[in-house]
C-alpha cells in the first residue's frame, strides 16, 4: 500500500526537479556569462538576456532634444495623462496639439534650412513649393 505511493512521489519528485533544472540551465546558456546575468542571485527567476529586435524597432537611440538627460525623459513617460489621474486642465493642456490649424488649409512644405542650401546645392524645397507659372504658348 503506502510504501509504493510515497515511492512513487518521491520519484515523481526528482524527476520534476531535474527537468526544471534542466529547462533553467538550457534558458541560461546564451551569450551573457553565467555571472554577468541579473539572475545570478534570485532562485526560480530567469530573466530573458535576449534582444527582442521587433521592440528594438521602438527604442530611442538618444533622448529628445527637450529633455536634458534620459531619465527625465522616461520620467515624463511615467507620468499618466488621463483625466483620472489629473485634473481636467492639466489634462487638456497635456493632450492639446502644439500646432492647430483649421480644417481643410494647406500647409505650405517644410523648407530646407539656409546653411545646409550654402554649399552650392540648389534649394529644391523652396522651387518645389513655388507654383509653375502657366505658359504662354501662341
Do not use: C
Amino acid at each position: 500500500g503506502v510504501k509504493p505511493r510515497e515511492e512513487a512521489k518521491k520519484i515523481l519528485e526528482v524527476s520534476y526537479k531535474k527537468t526544471q533544472k534542466r529547462r533553467l540551465e538550457d534558458a541560461m546558456r546564451g551569450d551573457v556569462r553565467p555571472e554577468d546575468r541579473k539572475d545570478k542571485n534570485l532562485s526560480h527567476v530567469i530573466i530573458s538576456e535576449k534582444r527582442n529586435r521587433r521592440a528594438s524597432k521602438f527604442l530611442l537611440d538618444r533622448q529628445p532634444h527637450q529633455f536634458a538627460t534620459p531619465e527625465q525623459f522616461e520620467r515624463s513617460l511615467r507620468q499618466p495623462l488621463g483625466p483620472d489621474w489629473n485634473t481636467s486642465l492639466a489634462h487638456k493642456k497635456a493632450i492639446q496639439a502644439a500646432v492647430v490649424v483649421k480644417a481643410g488649409k494647406m500647409i505650405d512644405p517644410i523648407q530646407q534650412p539656409k546653411t545646409v542650401a550654402k554649399g552650392g546645392k540648389k534649394d529644391l524645397n523652396k522651387q518645389a513649393s513655388l507654383p509653375k507659372a502657366p505658359s504662354k504658348s501662341a
